[in-house]
């Protein structure tokens, strides 16, 4: 049984995005069109879960000075209180085992590892991700390339 996720909604989500496709969302690159409309595609879509993680990661990656589009503070927090409507899985330690097992088992980093253990807490079936493998199961949650 996955741990219990303080903070998260109780509803069942069945897709998790992972950080990219929040920032492709805000992205005023000519050559990533395709990918904004998707990105916000999939962010109308009600079942969808992210993780504290991911939204801290969006924050970061937005806001930094050394992006050419990058975001406000403000800019930022009012995305974050938007995407809040998710299912938002805060960090617990029992997720953070889950993540320190699963990379030992996959082999992938330790951040990529709690995106998969926050996705399967949640009950998540899939992971949007453009940094994960694509078609690769890790337990139960497999991950797809929304941009392909």
């Given at each position: 049984m996955p741990p219990i996720v303080s903070g998260a909604k109780s509803s069942t989500t069945v897709r998790f995005l992972d950080t990219n496709v929040l920032l492709y969302s805000i992205s005023t690159a000519e050559e990533e069109r395709a990918k904004v409309a998707r990105a916000r595609e999939l962010l109308a879509a009600?079942?969808?879960?992210?993780?504290?993680?991911?939204?801290?990661?969006?924050?970061v990656q937005a806001t930094r000075a050394s992006r050419e589009d990058r975001i406000t503070h403000g800019q930022a927090l009012?995305?974050?209180e938007s995407w809040s409507r998710f299912n938002v899985a805060d960090i617990t330690q029992p997720m953070?085992?889950?993540?320190?097992q699963t990379r030992e088992r996959w082999q992938i980093s330790y951040w990529d590892a709690l995106i998969v253990a926050a996705a399967r807490a949640l009950r998540c079936?899939?992971?949007?991700?453009?940094?994960?493998?694509?078609?690769?199961?890790?337990?139960?949650?497999?991950v797809a390339n929304p941009f392909r």
């Open positions: 009600r079942d969808t879960a992210l993780s504290v993680q991911v939204l801290q990661e969006f924050y009012g995305l974050i953070m085992w889950d993540a320190l079936r899939v992971i949007f991700s453009e940094d994960l493998a694509d078609g690769q199961d890790y337990g139960g949650v497999v």
